[in-house]
Nanobody
């Protein structure tokens, strides 16, 4: 059973930075596609960034140049470095792992960007 635990969320002022971390259990991590999603109040959950096993990453346009996704297979960790944060980045952020046509989710971590 895969378990994902996110951490690193919090309250930050506009223009600030946060780094989210996601720890995964299990030995399948290096073969997995990893992603960060977010869900703002009243909105659908959306993909923010994902990274494959190459590793190659991709981002939604609204975070391109501000967010960086990375993975450390030795530590079973995936990270989301978020810079130049904006109020519209406020959401619950979720880590997702995809392997063998199954998706696993973390419990989410709140990110609030406000002055």
């Amino acid at each position: 059973q895969v378990q994902l635990v996110e951490s690193g969320g919090g309250l930050v002022q506009p223009g600030g930075s946060l780094t989210l971390s996601c720890a995964a259990s299990g030995s399948i991590f290096s073969d997995s596609m990893l992603g960060w999603y977010r869900q703002a109040p009243g909105k659908q959950r959306e993909l923010v960034a994902e990274i494959n096993t190459d590793p190659r990453s991709r981002y939604i346009d609204s975070v391109l140049g501000r967010f960086t996704i990375s993975r450390d297979n030795a530590k079973n960790m995936v990270y989301l470095q978020m810079n130049s944060l904006k109020p519209e980045d406020t959401a619950v952020y979720y880590c997702r792992l995809d392997l063998h046509f199954r998706a696993y989710w973390g419990q989410g971590t709140q990110v609030t960007v406000s002055s």
